[in-house]
T-cell receptor
Framework: DSGVTQTPKHLITATGQRVTLRCSPR?????VYWYQQSLDQGLQFLIQ???????AKGNILERFSAQQFPDLHSELNLSSLELGDSALYFC???????????FGDGTRLSIL | DQQVKQNSPSLSVQEGRISILNCDYT??????FLWYKKYPAEGPTFLIS?????DKNEDGRFTVFLNKSAKHLSLHIVPSQPGDSAVYFC?????????FGAGTRLTVKP
């Protein structure tokens, strides 16, 4: 158990819809990271938050946004969903940069 | 933008032998390197790391080697066990901006 909790585990929705993925980091971790893993591909870094503030941005689409709340949990919002957004979305947390990140078990998003 | 590459999608090894997983990177600013293991239906699990000031780090059966001049990272597992069968991701970080390779599926045969 990594201590990182992601909900929901599975999400099925239709094109054009909007969804919110939730992540609770490990106790004490201030950094939260979001990754996307499409079929047979590696982990694509989307965005990082540190103590409520955006710290780094990767290959995140403009239709996607995220935030980290005062209690340090984070949400990833995906809007105007397209078939290609179907993927596993992982959240990870760490207590500081250049430390191992601890991953949740992911949310599997399926767009029909 | 593939700054971290794992050129072998799969590797099969006999139980008890050495498994060597390789990783190449292009960004010379990376200063922290990690290996993660991933089982199906689970998130990646941290295995071992190395900072750019070292060239070797060992933890039990796992050793990571870093060759900065060649921008090459490798993970050695000795001896390999069937429970090591998983997908292994290498990752490289520059101040927390972490990039992952596409993964190598290791199969250890009994």
């Amino acid at each position: 158990d990594s201590g990182v909790t992601q909900t929901p585990k599975h999400l099925i929705t239709a094109t054009g819809q909007r969804v919110t993925l939730r992540c609770s980091p490990r106790s004490g971790d201030l950094s939260v990271y979001w990754y996307q893993q499409s079929l047979d591909q590696g982990l694509q870094f989307l965005i990082q938050y540190y103590n409520g503030e955006e710290r780094a941005k990767g290959n995140i689409l403009e239709r996607f946004s995220a935030q980290q709340f005062p209690d340090l949990h984070s949400e990833l919002n995906l809007s105007s969903l397209e078939l290609g957004d179907s993927a596993l979305y992982f959240c990870a947390s760490s207590d500081s940069e250049n430390q191992p990140q601890h991953f949740g078990d992911g949310t599997r998003l399926s767009i029909l | 933008d593939q700054q971290v590459k794992q050129n072998s999608p799969s590797l099969s090894v006999q139980e008890g032998r050495i498994s060597i997983l390789n990783c190449d990177y292009t960004n010379s600013m990376f200063d922290y390197f990690l290996w993660y293991k991933k089982y199906p239906a689970e998130g990646p699990t941290f295995l071992i790391s190395i900072s750019s000031i070292k060239d070797k780090n060992e933890d039990g059966r796992f050793t990571v080697f870093l060759n900065k001049s060649a921008k090459h990272l490798s993970l050695h597992i000795v001896p390999s066990q069937p429970g090591d069968s998983a997908v292994y991701f290498c990752a490289a970080s520059e101040y927390g901006d972490m990039r992952f390779g596409a993964g190598t599926r290791l199969t250890v045969k009994p």
